[in-house]
């Protein structure tokens, strides 16, 4: 089966923090694509950033970071040194190249509430 | 702003109602895509086109279908609306049909069921 599990469904952190969002994914395909989507109050979806599963290198942008592991089948998503913008509902998202060709599947989202 | 136009913003119907949620890629992108969120599904791809032609279906429900049109434009057409219908759907594009490609979301369409 194909499926994107977001078990934390509600974060609270203080501006400054670091935090940490998990994403654990299932597929019987060796070929695939992980995602990972923000949406911010405003309602729009923001595309972040997205992953092949022959690239396991951990990727890094600003304060944004994002550590893949095929051994545990986790692509987690960490902000550094949070900030109140970085208030939104984050959605990881799994696409395979075999089964079920082309399918997007999300996870529910972690909604990420940073305090000032 | 992603440059992905949709219409209308807002969409307030009754049940059994058929309705028509429009898209504009941003320029120069081949393939469109729909997403449906709600409540108690959360958010779900429903198919997508790549250059006119369907490329990808997700959970789609029979009563909706969609088509790309050549000017690229898509639109989603939704019947017999029951009141589970009631969604946010977003359109989103991307260059090609690359599996790994960047999407851009629109805004969405609040479509409300009475």
């Known amino acids: 089966a194909q499926k994107v599990t977001q078990a934390q469904t509600e974060i609270s952190v203080v501006e400054k923090e670091d935090v940490t969002l998990d994403c654990v994914y299932e597929?019987?395909?060796?070929?695939?694509?992980l995602f990972w989507y923000k949406q911010p109050p405003s309602g729009e979806l923001v595309f972040l950033i997205r992953?092949?599963?022959?690239?396991?290198q951990n990727e890094i942008s600003g304060r944004y970071s994002w550590n893949f592991q095929k051994s545990t089948s986790s692509f987690n998503f960490t902000i550094t040194a949070s900030q109140v913008v970085d208030s939104a509902v984050y959605f990881c998202?799994?696409?395979?190249?075999?089964?079920?060709?082309?399918?997007?599947?999300f996870g529910s989202g972690t909604k990420l509430n940073v305090k000032p | 702003d992603s440059g992905v136009t949709q219409t209308p913003k807002h969409l307030i119907t009754a049940t059994g109602q058929r309705v028509t949620l429009r898209c504009s890629p941003r320029?120069?992108?081949?393939?469109v895509y729909w997403y449906q969120q709600s409540l108690d599904q959360g958010l779900q791809f429903l198919i997508q086109?790549?250059?006119?032609?369907?490329?990808a279906k997700g959970n789609i429900l029979e009563r909706f279908s969609a088509q790309q049109f050549p000017d690229l434009h898509s639109e989603l057409n939704l019947s017999s609306l029951e009141l589970g219908d009631s969604a946010l759907y977003f359109c989103a594009s991307s260059p090609r049909t690359s599996l790994g490609d960047e999407q851009f979301f629109g805004p969405g369409t609040r479509l409300t069921v009475l």
């Open positions: 086109y790549y250059n006119g032609e369907e490329r």
């Open positions: 597929t019987r395909d060796t070929t695939y694509y």
């Open positions: 992953r092949n599963s022959f690239d396991e």
């Open positions: 320029s120069g992108d081949l393939s």
């Open positions: 998202a799994l696409r395979n190249i075999l089964y079920n060709f082309n399918k997007f599947y």
